[in-house]
């Protein structure tokens, strides 16, 4: 099952997705800048392998929902999501707001 939601912030809309897998389910939330991502998202190939696409993303671990990933410490970050003032333990919120 995919379950996508819209999600407002002053006028910006991101969207939340949840893709139901066996034992797993990959949560994202993306905006037109980046986005952040369940435990899945590999950071270090982002800043490694795909370095010239400069992706603004931002990891956060042992989250189960779009509301728990807006609310989580991001664990790691990109490169690109640092430049852009996005730090580990910010929540997925904060980090959200930078890149709206």
């Known amino acids: 099952m995919v379950i996508m939601v819209p999600i407002r912030y002053e006028g910006v809309e991101a969207i939340g997705v949840e893709v139901s897998l066996p034992k797993t389910t990959l949560i994202s939330v993306s905006t037109e800048k980046g986005y ?9 190939l982002l ?3 795909l370095k010239d696409r400069k992706i603004i993303a931002g990891r956060a671990v042992g989250v189960k929902t779009i509301e728990q990933l807006m609310e989580a410490p991001l664990e790691s970050v990109t490169f690109e999501a640092e430049a852009l003032g996005i730090m580990p333990g910010m929540t997925g919120r904060e980090a959200l707001k930078l890149m709206m």
């Open 36 to 44: 952040i991502m369940c435990g899945a998202l590999d950071v270090s």
């Open 47 to 49: 800043n490694d392998r």
